[in-house]
């Protein structure tokens, strides 16, 4: 499977972006995918995942109730939908596969990854 995440910009404290995460192949609706965040200087943290059938979604304290997460199988495709941005969102997100979803928050879990678009929010 391989990943190309888009959708990244700057954006003011407040607004909006939705991030897309188009995945290659014909087992994308096989697998749980999640978003990842790494801000400069800081490790990859875990955002929000969604498992194959798109049936259960988890998120990070931080984010919950501002993001939702999502997919279309039919279009390859997950999303992540971002409201309220704050400047501590700032980061590159990438989007991951994996196919077993046992620890979804864990970098370990994940078998592919997508190549990462900056997010920035200003003040």
């Known amino acids: 499977v391989q990943l190309q995440a888009s959708g990244g910009g700057l954006v003011q404290a407040g607004g909006s972006l939705r991030l897309s995460c188009e995945a290659s192949?014909?087992?994308?609706?096989?697998?749980?995918m999640g978003w990842f965040r790494q801000a400069p200087g800081k490790e990859r943290e875990f955002v929000a995942f969604?498992?194959?059938?798109?049936?259960?979604?988890y998120y990070a304290d931080s984010v919950k109730g501002r993001f939702t997460i999502s997919r279309n199988n039919a279009k390859n495709t997950v999303y992540l939908q971002m409201n309220s941005l704050k400047p501590e969102d700032t980061a590159v997100y990438y989007c991951?596969?994996?196919?077993?979803?046992?620890?979804?928050?864990?970098?370990?879990?994940?078998?592919?990854w997508g190549q990462g678009t900056l997010v920035t929010v200003s003040s």
């Open positions: 991951a596969a994996d196919r077993y979803g046992r620890s979804y928050s864990s970098t370990n879990e994940y078998d592919y």
């Open positions: 192949g014909r087992s994308f609706s096989t697998y749980n």
């Open positions: 969604i498992r194959w059938s798109g049936g259960t979604t």
